[in-house]
């Protein structure tokens, strides 16, 4: 089979891992410097991709980043008799819009916390409200931001900066793919516990659900620092007893699909549920309509099955509905820390250093690049997140022990990454 993947970062680098395996010839648009099979087309350019698509008899389409489901590839492709593998741009939704995600939530009852939408920019009703609860929210942006568009804040003096940087993020991202006048925000009421990442591949009636991990989304040590894109993750998650993992389905994962039904959106993809495990049970944070980077890193190489079956037949409507995911994966813990350059998650980044020490890198350890360029044979740090690696364990113990050994094997100027991945799984 011959698939094209959408994307160029480390999520796509293991899917191309992991496809490549299974008797598929794998192109990747537009790729990066570790991919082998990278082509020089942009995605963004949907005329080029079908193109590219049609004179190589392209048989299935994957998108990697939630950028192409956005804009509605899925809805281009489809009408030429593309298999895309996806949901189109309405379901895409439930990650591009924050808004529209809260009200689906709220809708088909979906735990998750209260919250208060401005979909026309009314800054001085948004401050009056911020006053109100003190400070202590979580503001978000509604738009796709890279990641930058969450704050979550414990004092009125974080609020109004959050406040402040909804103008701004509402001009940089006007291409955000929002469904309210810019610039539209929410805040939201702020609860405590444990972030998990829960993920599955559906059919939008059936699902199958994949492995829990945790991701570490701040930048330093203890999770603190800013937000980034992710820092590492791990999985499985010892704390993830029968009971709760039950209600996670029951009250979370259930629901979502069953609203996808009486709504009558069609979504054959991956969806990602960002759950807080708070002490009156689980609360669903956001959607993501794609594998999480670098969740990702985690969960295909700790995949012991196939992945092309489950996506042709989620594309077919053929998937079983498995709310347990044992049997598709191993039982070994799985750990991924992701190298920086120094300066992220800003844009004033200290790029264009050798990479050294990739060669040295254990046999069993899992490389993924992600903004990395090539040269003459060498290797130079290209971007904010620039590669990370996966190592496996007996136990979290193990599996931490050894990615650690593995991490400093490798140096760049500038390089940055967390050394506490794993620490949180209790």
């Known amino acids: ?73 899925g809805n281009f492709l489809r009408p030429h008799n593309i298999p895309f593998f996806g949901p189109d741009q309405e379901g895409a939704q439930l990650e591009s819009s924050k808004i529209w995600a809260k009200k689906f939530m709220s809708r088909n009852g979906v735990q998750t916390a209260r919250f208060w939408s401005f979909v026309d920019g009314d800054f001085e009703a948004a401050s009056s409200l911020l006053r ?44 955000s793919h929002s469904p309210y006048q810019s610039p539209a925000f929410l805040i939201e009421e702020k609860i405590s516990g444990i972030e998990l990442s829960i993920t599955i591949i559906t059919d939008g009636k059936n699902y199958q659900m994949l492995l829990p991990t945790q991701d570490h989304k701040t930048l330093c040590e203890s999770n603190v620092g800013p937000n980034t894109g992710g820092m590492g993750a791990i999985g499985p998650l010892p704390l993830l007893t029968p009971q709760i993992y039950q209600e996670i389905i029951s009250q979370i994962v259930e629901p979502t ?8 959106i069609v979504y054959k993809g991956f969806l990602y549920f960002g759950v807080m495990l708070t002490k009156n049970g689980p609360y669903l944070l956001e959607y993501n309509v ?28 053929k998937l079983e509905n498995h709310s347990h995911y044992e049997s598709l994966f191993s039982s070994r813990t799985y ?92």
């Open 335 to 426: 750990i991924n820390v992701v190298f920086a350059s120094d300066g992220y998650p800003s844009e004033n980044l200290l790029l264009n250093h050798e990479i050294k020490g990739l060669k040295d890198l254990a046999p069993t350890t899992n490389l993924f690049f992600s903004g990395v360029k090539s040269i003459n044979d060498k290797f130079y740090n290209h971007s904010g997140r620039v590669l990370s690696i996966t190592c496996e364990g007996e136990t979290p113990e193990a599996a931490i022990n050894h990615v650690y050994q593995e991490c400093e094997r490798i140096s760049f100027k500038g390089m940055h990454f967390r050394r506490d991945i794993g620490k949180y799984i209790q």
């Open 132 to 175: 109100e609860l003190k400070g202590n929210c979580v503001v978000k942006y509604d738009g796709l931001a890279c990641g930058k568009g969450v704050f979550v804040c414990s004092s009125m003096s974080d609020a109004e900066t959050a406040l402040h940087a909804m103008d701004n993020l509402s001009k940089k991202y006007s291409h």
């Open 290 to 317: 794609r594998l999480g980077d670098p969740e990702a890193e985690v969960i295909i190489p700790a995949m012991k099955g196939k992945l092309t079956p489950l996506i042709l037949n989620a594309l077919q409507g």
């Open 257 to 264: 699909i069953i609203g996808l039904n009486s709504e009558n």
């Open 1 to 73: 089979m011959k698939i094209l993947l959408l994307g160029s970062g480390g999520r796509e680098h293991a899917l191309y891992w992991k496809l490549s395996q299974e008797d598929n010839l794998v192109f990747t648009a537009p790729g990066n410097a570790g991919i082998p099979s990278s082509i020089n087309v942009d995605w963004f350019n949907f005329s080029a991709i079908l193109e590219y698509i049609q004179h190589n008899n392209i048989d299935l389409v994957i998108s990697g980043p939630e950028g192409p489901l956005a804009s509605g590839m």
